[in-house]
């Protein structure tokens, strides 16, 4: 009945690890691939058409980071 009782309670704090990485992962703020400014509603960021991730929708002021050196 132990072996029953030890399966569930760890069944239980796999659960609570899980659910505790998704929460993680809801909160972690996705940055650019080009430039890594983060995510805001100031610099949205959408996909890189070269398929490489999230990137800047605004792309000059990207490449203005990028050039500058100012992240």
Do not use: F, W, Y
Not at 12 to 34: F, G, N, S, Y
């Amino acid at each position: 009945m132990s072996t029953v009782n030890d399966n569930r309670s760890a069944r239980e704090r796999a659960k609570a690890i899980a659910e505790q990485h998704r929460a993680e992962r809801r909160q972690r703020r996705r940055r650019c691939v080009l430039c890594a400014v983060e995510e805001s509603e100031r610099t949205p960021l959408g996909a890189h058409p070269d398929g490489l991730g999230p990137s800047c929708k605004d792309v000059d002021g990207c490449e203005l980071r990028v050039r500058t050196g100012a992240v």
